[in-house]
C-alpha cells in the first residue's frame, strides 16, 4: 500500500477506537499488545498484516471493506483540503471578515491529517489582526500535532508554521527569536514535498534578518548562494524582495551604478506584477542611492513618489522609510525644520506600528541632524533614545552606532565623565560584535 493508504488506515483504525471509546488498554488481548496498537495507530513501525487484520476486526472493521473505506476517507478529506485551500486563498488576499466562521465551522480531530492545516490557517487568521500571541500558539500546536500524532502531511506544514512563527517574533522586535524560527524551518524544509515556495521564502526572510541585526556579511553571502536560482523563485514578493537586499549589497559597496540598475530591474517586475509594496521598497532603495551620491533631486523624486502614491497609508513601513530618508537629505541640505517634520511623521507612524527598528533608526537621523546644528543635548537625548530602544530589541549594531555618535557629542561638549563612560561601553560592545565597519544602512550624507 501507498504511505497515503497507510496514513488512511492509521486514521480510520484511531477514529474508529475513539468513536466506541475505547482505550489501547481496552483492545490490547494475549493476541495483540498495546506497544503494537500503538505501533500501528502512530505508524512508528511496521507491523505484520496479520496483526493489522486482526486489530480491523476488533473495532468490527471487516478488512475486505479496507479498500473501500480507505477510498471513501480520501474523498472527505480532498473535499475538505480543497474547504481549506479556499479559505487559505481569502486569506492571503486579507478576506478577513467571513474566515473565522469558515473556520469554527470545521470541527477535526486532532489526528485528522488536515489538522495541522487547520491550525496553521487559524494561526494566520491571527497573524493578519496581528494578534502574534495567538498566532503563535496555532502554529505552535500545528507543528506540535504533526508529531505527537505522526502525522506526515503531504506539503511542508512544518517549515511553513515555523515561518510564520519567525514572523511574528520580527514583528515583535525579537530578531535572535525570528532568525532561530527561520533557521528551524529551514531544517524542517522537505524537497519532496508541496509547498516548495516556502524555502526560498525563508532564505529570503533570513536575508532581511540578518541585515536587520548588523550580520552583512553573512547576508551577502547568503544571497550570493540564492540569486543564481533567481529564476526558479515563483513567487513574485519574494523575487522582489532579493532584488531590494541586492540593491541595499550593492549600495553599500558603493556599487551605485549596478545598485541603480538592480532596483530599476526589480521595480519593472513589481510594476508588471502589482506588487505595490515591494516597488515601493525599491523605490525608497533607489532614492536612498541618489541620497548617498547627493543627487538630492533624484532621491527626492522617488521618496515623494512613494508617499504621494500611497495617500491613504496602506503601507505605512515604507512611508516611514521615505520619511526617515527625506529628513536625511533636508538634514543635508541644512533644512532643518523639514527634516523635523519628516522625523515627527516617521517616528509617529512606527509607534503606532511598534516597529522599534525603524523608530531607532529615525532617533539616530534626529540626533545627527541636532548635532549638524551644534544642539548637542539634544542629540544626546535623541541618541540615548535610539540606544535604549537598540538594547532592549537587541540591534546591538545600531546600539553601537547610537553609542559611538553619543561619544562623538560628549567629546564636542567637553564631558569627560560621559566621553569615557560612553566610550568604554562602546568598546565592550564592538568586542562582543568582532566589530567590522560593515554597515548596511544610510543615517546622513557624507
Known amino acids: 500500500m501507498t504511505d497515503l493508504s497507510q496514513d488512511l488506515i492509521r486514521y480510520i483504525i484511531k477514529k474508529r477506537r475513539k468513536e466506541k471509546n475505547l482505550r489501547l488498554e481496552d483492545l490490547k488481548d494475549r493476541n495483540i499488545s498495546i506497544a503494537t496498537i500503538s505501533f500501528i495507530e502512530n505508524g512508528e513501525q511496521r507491523v505484520s498484516q496479520e496483526k493489522l487484520h486482526y486489530l480491523l476486526t476488533k473495532l468490527n472493521i471487516d478488512p475486505a471493506s479496507l479498500k473501500h473505506l480507505i477510498a471513501e476517507e480520501a474523498e472527505r478529506i480532498e473535499e475538505l483540503r480543497f474547504q481549506l485551500d479556499f479559505i487559505e486563498a ?72 515555523l515561518k510564520e512563527l519567525s514572523t511574528c517574533a520580527y514583528h515583535q522586535n525579537d530578531l535572535d527569536q525570528a532568525l532561530s524560527f527561520v533557521n528551524q524551518g529551514l531544517e524542517a524544509f522537505q524537497a519532496d514535498k508541496e509547498r516548495k515556495e516556502v524555502r526560498y521564502i525563508l532564505l529570503s526572510n533570513k536575508i532581511l534578518y540578518l541585515l536587520r541585526a548588523g550580520q552583512t556579511e553573512q547576508a551577502s553571502h547568503l544571497l550570493n548562494q540564492i540569486w543564481p536560482l533567481i529564476q526558479e523563485i515563483e513567487l513574485t514578493r519574494v523575487t522582489l524582495n532579493l532584488y531590494k537586499f541586492r540593491a541595499i549589497l550593492l549600495r553599500k559597496s558603493k556599487m551605485f551604478s549596478e545598485a541603480i540598475a538592480c532596483c530599476k530591474e526589480g521595480i519593472r517586475k513589481g510594476k508588471k506584477n502589482l506588487f505595490l509594496s515591494r516597488t515601493y521598497d525599491l523605490l525608497n532603495v533607489l532614492g536612498s542611492i541618489y541620497l548617498q551620491q547627493k543627487a538630492y533631486g533624484k532621491a527626492a523624486y522617488y ?144
Open 90 to 161: 481569502l486569506l492571503d488576499n486579507n478576506e478577513t471578515t467571513i474566515i473565522y466562521d469558515l473556520l469554527l465551522g470545521t470541527k477535526l480531530e486532532d489526528f485528522h491529517p488536515l489538522a495541522p492545516h487547520f491550525h496553521y490557517l487559524m494561526g494566520l487568521a491571527h497573524l493578519k489582526k496581528q494578534e502574534w500571541h495567538k498566532a503563535e500558539h496555532f502554529f505552535q500546536r500545528a507543528i506540535l500535532l504533526c508529531r505527537h500524532h505522526s502525522l506526515n502531511p503531504s506539503d511542508n506544514i512544518i517549515a511553513l508554521c
Open 303 to 446: 521618496f515623494e513618489l512613494v508617499i504621494n502614491n500611497d495617500k491613504d497609508v496602506k503601507f505605512p513601513r515604507r512611508h516611514i522609510d521615505a520619511h526617515t530618508y527625506l529628513a536625511i537629505l533636508h538634514d543635508g541640505q541644512q533644512n532643518w525644520n523639514k527634516a523635523e517634520k519628516h522625523l515627527e511623521q516617521a517616528i509617529e507612524l512606527g509607534k503606532k506600528l511598534n516597529d522599534a527598528y525603524r523608530i531607532t533608526k529615525a532617533y539616530i537621523v534626529r540626533g545627527n541632524s541636532l548635532k549638524n546644528q551644534l544642539h548637542y543635548d539634544d542629540a544626546v537625548t535623541s541618541y540615548k533614545q535610539a540606544m535604549i530602544l537598540a538594547q532592549n530589541h537587541h540591534y546591538k549594531s545600531m546600539e553601537a552606532k547610537a553609542l559611538y555618535l553619543m561619544a562623538e557629542c560628549y567629546d564636542k561638549m567637553k564631558e569627560e565623565k560621559e566621553f569615557t563612560d560612553s566610550t568604554n561601553l562602546l568598546f565592550f560592545l564592538l568586542k562582543e560584535l568582532n566589530f567590522k565597519e560593515d554597515e548596511d544602512d544610510i543615517f546622513d550624507v557624507c
